[in-house]
């Protein structure tokens, strides 16, 4: 069998990143005018400071990885969702609505997964068992197009 190159794509979570930009702003701000009844210590405004480098570092980026037998979604620190490509029973491109890009919708069958925030097309994945993934991503036509090379290789064996 031929092996077929991983595919990765790795995008920012803008929205955590300046979110918590903001709070580590207004951490060091309470600082240095040493704001409230129990104001903010020097080792505690390192001990956030280190936090929060961590977490710009790693919880905010989230990749979409397709190999062989799986299509992954995760961030440095856990696995989002592991779909197994043989389960998935067709593949399709739409417009993602505009409401939904920022919130994940999940029900017993369906769950949206957040994966880029500011595009106008969602990939949908609905599986043998009937769960619907949609997942709000740049160059959707090509992450289904990588998707379905997978589908008919497993098919073919």
């Known amino acids: 069998m031929d092996r077929q190159k991983t595919y990765k794509r790795v995008n920012i979570n803008w929205l955590f990143v300046v979110g918590l930009g903001i709070i580590h702003l207004l951490v060091i701000i309470l600082y240095i005018y040493q704001l409230g009844n129990n104001p903010i210590t020097k080792s505690g405004i390192i001990k956030v400071s280190i936090m929060c480098t961590l977490c710009y570092i790693y919880a ?18 856990r696995i989002f969702d592991k779909i197994p490509i043989c389960t998935i029973k067709n593949i399709s491109v739409k417009q993602a609505p505009r409401f939904d890009k920022y919130m994940i919708f999940q ?37 289904k197009d990588e998707i379905e090379k997978r589908m008919t290789t497993i098919n073919n064996d």
Do not use: C, M, T, W
């Open 60 to 77: 905010g980026r989230i990749k979409l990885i397709i190999d062989e037998n799986y299509v992954k979604f995760r961030s440095d620190f």
């Open 107 to 143: 029900g017993d069958n369906f769950k949206h997964l957040p994966y880029d925030y500011f595009v106008k097309q969602a990939v949908i994945i609905k599986l043998k068992n009937g769960k619907i993934y949609q997942i709000a991503i740049k160059d959707a036509e090509r992450i």
